[in-house]
């Protein structure tokens, strides 16, 4: 394989669909899409209930509002509703980013989306290489 092969390869996952939406999506997005991933990395399961994601998606806000970190970006704690959080699920799903399928009374989600795309498209965000490079 030579070097160009690699770039070729690069490249064409810059140009991915999924790296550009998941490059534009604002924090409690970006910060979803990494839930997911995080939680089916934990389970070994390819697809997880959406109590549990949002169980796992408020450690995170606290650990993002934590004032110890909060002040190497200078904001106010922000909170999401777990309204707002089915919220991004549906934009999520509309992106093609995660697939949701309902069993009975349990609705289950499944990303749609690898590693190697989450690296490219986070690797010079501020708050996911201080919040979130430690879990990907």
């Known amino acids: 394989m030579s070097y160009q092969h690699v770039t070729k390869a ?14 534009s999506l604002w924090l409690f997005e970006m910060m979803f899409v990494l839930t997911v991933f ?17 169980g796992q998606f408020k450690t995170f806000e606290t650990q993002l509002n934590n004032p110890t970190k909060s002040d190497a970006i200078k904001r106010k704690p922000i909170y999401l ?25 349990i609705a289950f989600v499944q990303l749609h989306v690898y590693i190697d795309e989450i690296k490219s498209a986070y690797e010079e965000n501020e708050e996911y290489e201080m919040y979130f490079k430690e879990y990907v």
């Open 81 to 105: 509703t777990e309204i707002e959080f089915k919220e991004i699920l549906l934009k999520m799903k509309t992106f093609g980013i995660i697939s949701v399928s309902i069993e009975g009374q």
């Open 10 to 23: 690069f490249e064409q996952l810059y140009a991915s669909k999924n790296v550009q939406i998941l490059w």
């Open 38 to 54: 995080c939680k089916q990395m934990i389970s070994a399961n390819d697809r997880t209930a959406v109590e549990e994601l949002y």
